[in-house]
């Protein structure tokens, strides 16, 4: 097998996991809340990427002679990735409680197209016409998706998801700053530790978190924390080695498909024609995204 065939097979398997991760969240939260979820899953995820920490992590030989400004810009990249990322998570989180778990994933894949646009808008950086066609097409398949034919009425989870889109673009925006600049891997280890803190925060304060309601949701925590970040997150370091960024990015966004279909097969969800069409719309845009832009995915550092 060649490694870019192993790339992409690798590739696949991130896909597959991040997608039916969205029924882990869901499931996760029948016996605990959202914030108490998102705390234990970013403080284990932290955990789990320790060992990728010293794999793949350069040596000290490799390392700048600069150590201490890369360590004030390291932690300061980690802080404030993991900071939109909590806010990102939590909105997804909190939505997931009243939409589906199809529609989350395909709702929060914006992010390929909002990525560009909002790079636009505060990096002045120029959109292809593409891109704009792309957004237009979106919108038009997010209409479908969200949006009942009797009248015109968005769900609370539907908005949420769609507002953590954006904070999930903001995130790849900083990521895309920080990480030429410092070690990914440790960043993403402070980034989910961050998140974990601030959700713990949270936790205490909204919620009421008993031991026995967290370790009747263990499996879906585990599945979200340590197969999502940990191993997804290694999978696609490993396979991006030998494959094409683009091609990387396409067979990556299939996690929106993977999330419909670990919906309806574990979770008994159902979607209508109309919903389903706006499902294939926003793929078809999310996917020709890709060509002219190398976006990176919300868990790629």
């Not at 320790?50 to 350069?58: E, T």
């Not at 390929?112 to 636009?120: C, E, Q, R, T």
């Not at 998140?195 to 949701?217: D, H, N, Q, R, Y």
């Not at 999330?259 to 996917?287: D, Y």
Request: hydrophobic share 55%; charged share 10%.
């Amino acid at each position: 097998m060649s490694k870019k065939t192993r790339g992409n097979i690798l590739l696949f398997i991130t896909a597959f996991i991040w997608g039916s991760a969205f029924v882990a969240q869901r499931t996760g939260m029948e016996h605990i809340g959202p914030y108490t979820f998102s705390a234990v899953r970013f403080l284990i995820a932290s955990l789990t990427l320790l060992p990728v920490v010293f794999l793949f992590s350069p040596t000290k030989e490799q390392t700048s002679k600069h150590k201490k400004s890369e360590k004030t810009l390291l932690l300061k990249g980690g802080l404030i990735c993991g900071f939109i990322l909590f806010v990102g998570a939590m909105l997804q989180q909190i939505g997931l409680q009243y939409t589906t778990a199809g529609k989350t994933g395909f709702i929060t894949a914006l992010y390929v197209v909002l990525v560009p646009i909002i790079g636009s808008i505060f990096f002045r950086k120029k959109v292809p016409t593409l891109i704009w066609f792309c957004a237009l097409l979106a919108s038009i398949g997010l209409y479908f998706l969200c949006i009942p034919s009797t009248g015109f009425h968005v769900s609370r989870g539907d908005t949420l998801v769609f507002i953590c889109a954006f904070a999930f673009a903001l995130h790849i925006l900083v990521i895309d700053y920080f990480s030429p600049k410092v070690d990914c891997i440790k960043m993403s280890a402070i980034q989910f530790l961050t998140a974990g803190v601030l959700s713990t925060v949270f936790m205490f304060i909204l919620e009421k978190p008993e031991i026995t309601s967290i370790l009747a949701s263990a499996i879906p925590i585990l599945y979200a924390a340590v197969l999502s970040a940990g191993v997804g997150f290694t999978f696609q370091i490993i396979a991006q080695k030998d494959t094409d960024p683009t091609i990387a990015s396409l067979i990556l966004c299939l996690e929106s498909v993977f999330a419909v279909l670990a919906g309806a097969i574990m979770l008994n969800e159902t979607m209508t024609l109309r919903e389903v069409i706006g499902c294939v719309i926003m793929f078809i845009a999310i996917t020709l995204a890709q060509f002219p832009v190398k976006a990176k995915n919300k868990n790629a550092c």
